[in-house]
């Protein structure tokens, strides 16, 4: 069974900088297309940032592009979220996303796992 495990939030003063891991593990890593999500207190959910299964594309919400950088570590199993700069609004519990879709006579079959998340606090 696939699992996702976060790890790295924890409290920084603003324009400091995390770096957040996710480890993936139950299948084969290089399948899954990797997210970054976050959710603020009484806020949405919203994507941060994304990486294809290959790694050769990535995505990034505006109010992060520049700041925060997406990898994979295929050794490793392996995904980071680096945060720099770091703000006050960038508070939010952080959770990663692995997705697979597999097709079977023409038809897509996504599937999603989510980890538990971890705690980023920008506060001085």
């Known amino acids: 069974q696939v699992q996702v495990v976060e790890s790295g939030g924890g409290l920084v003063q603003p324009g400091g900088s995390l770096r957040l891991s996710c480890v993936h593990s139950?299948?084969?890593?290089?399948?899954?297309?990797m997210s970054w999500y976050r959710q603020a207190p009484g806020k949405e959910r919203e994507l941060v940032a994304s990486i294809t299964s290959n790694g050769g594309s990535t995505n990034y919400a505006a109010s992060v592009k520049g700041r925060f950088t997406i990898s994979r570590d295929y050794a490793r199993n392996t995904v980071h979220l680096q945060m720099n700069s770091l703000k006050p609004e960038d508070t939010a519990v952080y959770s990663c996303?692995?997705?697979?879709?597999?097709?079977?006579?023409?038809?897509?079959?996504?599937?999603?796992?989510w980890g538990g998340g971890t705690l980023v606090t920008v506060s001085s």
């Open positions: 996303k692995a997705k697979v879709v597999t097709v079977f006579a023409r038809q897509e079959y996504p599937t999603e796992v």
């Open positions: 139950g299948d084969v890593f290089s399948n899954y297309a």
